[in-house]
């Protein structure tokens, strides 16, 4: 009897360790991928802030009709970005996983076609300000390829398959609107933003597809089904709405400022938003892997296993996070001249932006198990998480005007607004999970602070006494080598090292 329980917990601990292994090499995988899309998103922001045919005013613009499109793209994934690997596990030996896949594609290739026709008579929530031309309408082409790219992706990630993730959204997606908005500068000036997102969108649809269909293959003996894609929706939804609402928190705020700030100011706070995003990307390094092997755990009943995952894949992000934070923070000034001299304002904006990434860490993995086993209460957090921002955010705006701020003090308001709401999104998540897997939930570990001390140092030292360019050059690599030699000497454990260690195949 000893015997069998001995091996049986061998098993689970062999299982965990192999899952342990499996997240460290989709999330080092699509680590590089993040530092692809830095390299390739900064020309992009250069040109965009630079080019005497764009500027702040008409980035902002962008950005506004940006925020409606993806918002559409994501509702109209059903669920199916994270939602799918439960489908797939549940469906392994009873249907053919390319017949699965193709009842997610349906439902939202019916649902994206129809939001974009929509917005195609209806273009005022993309545009208000009111100025935009027939060819800025197109974007909402955009809204059927993105939605289904991610559905792609994420089955492709559940056979463990993350490289098309990175060339898809890390390689071909920055580096062809970087290349399309450089060109359109001289072909079709006035809209040349909008022509550079919707071939970044393509391109990077076709880059997914392609992999996709090699390993699934075409399904064989589907056809569409009014009464399997009416249940697929309906219990997607949550899902759905978590997966938005999760994404709305970056981008109500950008909503909420086109309302009322002028273009100029949106143009300024996208430009941080962006170079902010970079370290919440970090969090999609994991996302794949972590969905698929949190199902499998849970048709385990393993909720030992999960709380381990979770909290390890949360330490992952937040140091890594923590790192790119101080880097690009400390030296925010620069990193925003970069840009463009009217973007060097923003730097408040984007500091809080960092530091709103760096607390989110909690809340992003606590989540990525919530919506398997609490996705109505999920949800609910998540709607009050937003709700809550978007009264920060207006309350905020209105503030700094009442109070004779600029624009740019409104952008800062709107980024304080959500480091606020995601740090008590984090709390909250964090302890709804550990009480339903009655294991505890916590990425934090204190060398993280130690590691921070002389980063700081270090960057003030760059920052106060060196030019601009030293500052950039050598100040942001001395900043992140010295924290990353303090996380590596007194935090990482050897589950923490098989973040860079390959693992063997068999």
């Known amino acids: 009897m000893n015997d069998t329980v001995s091996r049986a917990e061998a098993g689970r601990d062999k299982q965990d360790g192999d899952d342990i292994a499996a997240l460290a090499k989709g999330g080092r995988t699509n680590f590089l991928g993040f530092f692809l899309r830095l390299a390739a998103r900064i020309p992009f922001l250069f040109i965009a802030g630079r080019a005497s045919a764009y500027g702040p005013a008409a980035l902002g613009r962008f950005a506004s009709a940006l925020v409606i499109i993806e918002l559409t793209a994501m509702v109209c994934t059903m669920g199916e970005k994270r939602g799918l690997a439960q489908r797939m596990s549940e469906a392994e030996g009873k249907e053919l996983p390319a017949n699965t896949v193709f009842d997610g594609v349906a439902v939202s290739l019916l649902a994206s076609c129809a939001a974009a026709l929509f917005f195609w008579f209806v273009p005022a929530p993309m545009f208000p300000g009111g100025t935009y031309t027939q060819i800025d309408r197109l974007m909402v082409i955009a809204i059927p390829p993105l939605a289904l790219t991610e559905i792609w992706l994420a089955a492709l990630a559940y056979r463990l398959q993350i490289s098309p993730t990175v060339w898809s959204r890390a390689i071909v997606e920055p580096w062809t609107i970087s290349i399309m908005a450089g060109l359109m500068i001289f072909v079709a000036p006035e809209s040349g933003l909008s022509l550079a997102y919707i071939a970044s969108i393509f391109a990077a649809a076709i880059t997914a597809f392609v992999p996709f269909i090699r390993a699934y293959g075409r399904p064989r003996g589907w056809r569409p089904r009014a009464g399997v894609m009416r249940r697929l929706a309906v219990r997607s939804m949550p899902i759905a709405l978590a997966d938005t609402i999760e994404w709305g928190t970056r981008r109500v705020d950008v909503l909420l400022l086109g309302f009322l700030a002028p273009p100029s100011a949106v143009g300024v706070y996208y430009a941080a938003q962006q170079v902010a995003s970079l370290p919440q990307k970090l969090k999609t390094s994991f996302e794949p892997v972590l969905g698929p092997v949190i199902t ?27 790192a790119i934070a101080l880097s690009l923070g400390i030296t925010g000034e620069g990193v925003m001249g970069l840009i463009g001299r009217e973007f060097v304002g923003g730097t408040g904006a984007l500091a809080l932006l960092l530091a709103a990434e760096v607390v989110a860490s909690t809340a992003v993995v606590s989540e990525a198990a919530l919506i398997y086993v609490q996705r109505v209460r999920n949800l609910g957090v998540s709607l009050a998480t937003i709700g809550f921002q978007a009264v920060l955010t207006f309350g905020g705006i209105l503030l700094m005007q009442q109070l004779g701020y600029n624009s740019l003090f409104q952008a800062a308001a709107a980024a304080g607004a959500l480091f606020i709401a995601l740090g008590l999104a984090s709390v909250v998540k964090a302890k709804m999970l550990t009480k339903f897997l009655g294991h505890s939930i916590n990425n934090w570990r204190w060398p993280l602070l130690w590691a921070a001390a002389p980063a700081v140092a270090i960057g003030f030292v760059f920052t106060q006494y060196l030019p601009e360019w030293v500052e950039l050059a050598f100040g942001i690599p001395a900043i992140l080598g010295s924290y990353l030699f303090v996380i590596w000497k007194k935090a990482f454990g050897p589950e923490d090292r098989k973040l860079f260690q390959k693992t063997k195949s068999n």
Do not use: E, H, N, P
Request: charged content about 20%.
């Open 296 to 322: 499998r755990a849970l048709k385990r009943k393993d909720y030992g296993a999960i709380a381990r995952q979770v909290s390890q894949v949360g330490f992952w992000i937040m140091a890594a996070q923590a």
